[in-house]
């Protein structure tokens, strides 16, 4: 009685169209799992990374999905974006020894309140059993790249900006880097140089959308 009164005040959404979800659905609804383009998966030419993944492109409901998540304090998004993303990377990449993140500044972080790609590193490691481990800091708040649309610009602004984090725990081992978006992958390529650099032996990618390519597959 007390669920459905609790359903009945808080009805469950689809997490990237906000519809209401039917007795028998579960995250998404179906019109999103069936029309939301899922990311074709292929090793995207980002230096120092030896493959990634993602689930969605990042467009339509997936980019307002993930606005939501970032920048309007829908951190309870992520228990479904890591379900979805767990999924993801145990089809499509090798098992990893640690779970880490593309970090923000500590700025970003007390405006924000949250680190949003940490709540998703957490959900995907509940999710595959690995552990979450903090391997970088971003000491230097620069310019989000978001507004910088010529990669070349965007290499340049994350240059320098993240150091390694307790390397020892990291040192040799494979490690799975995770972002909520990725785009020129200008971020996961320098996030992963410092990794590689600090001792790491391998860094694979995972994220929630990207933009490229899109598919005709549907999201399971």
């Keep these: ?15 990237l169209c906000r519809g209401f979800l039917g007795k028998e659905e579960t995250d998404l609804c179906r019109a999103c799992r069936i029309d939301q383009p899922e990311y074709r998966y292929g090793k995207k030419k980002v230096p120092h990374i030896s493959d990634l993944t993602a689930v969605w492109m990042y467009q339509g409901h997936a ?7 970032k920048f309007a304090n829908a951190r309870h998004y992520a228990p479904v974006y890591g379900r979805l993303l767990a999924m993801r990377i145990l089809r499509d990449l090798p098992r990893a ?3 880490t993140w593309v970090p923000v500044s500590a700025k970003r972080l007390r405006r924000r309140g949250y680190d949003q790609v940490e709540l998703l590193a ?21 310019r989000a790249n978001s507004g910088l649309k010529d990669p070349a610009e965007r290499r340049a602004n994350v240059l320098g900006v993240y150091r390694p984090v307790q390397p020892e725990v990291y040192r040799g081992k494979r490690v799975l880097l995770l ?3 990725v785009t020129t992958g200008a971020t996961a390529s320098e996030c ?28 399971q």
């Excluded at 359903?7 to 997490?15: N, Q």
């Excluded at 980019?63 to 998540?69: D, E, Q």
């Excluded at 957490?122 to 620069?142: C, H, W, Y």
């Excluded at 410092?194 to 994220?207: C, H, I, K, R, W």
């Design 97 to 99: 020894d640690l779970v």
């Design 122 to 142: 957490q959900a995907v490691s509940a999710e595959l059993g690995i552990p979450a481990v903090k391997t970088l800091e971003k000491f230097r708040d620069n």
């Design 63 to 69: 980019a307002s999905s993930l606005k939501r998540y």
């Design 1 to 15: 009685m007390i669920r459905r009164a609790f359903e009945w005040l808080f009805p469950r959404k689809c997490v």
């Design 179 to 181: 972002d909520d978006i």
């Design 192 to 219: 992963a140089r410092v990794l590689l650099t600090a001792g790491a032996g391998e860094v694979m990618f995972g994220a929630v959308a990207a933009s490229g390519t899109t598919s005709s597959k549907k999201v």
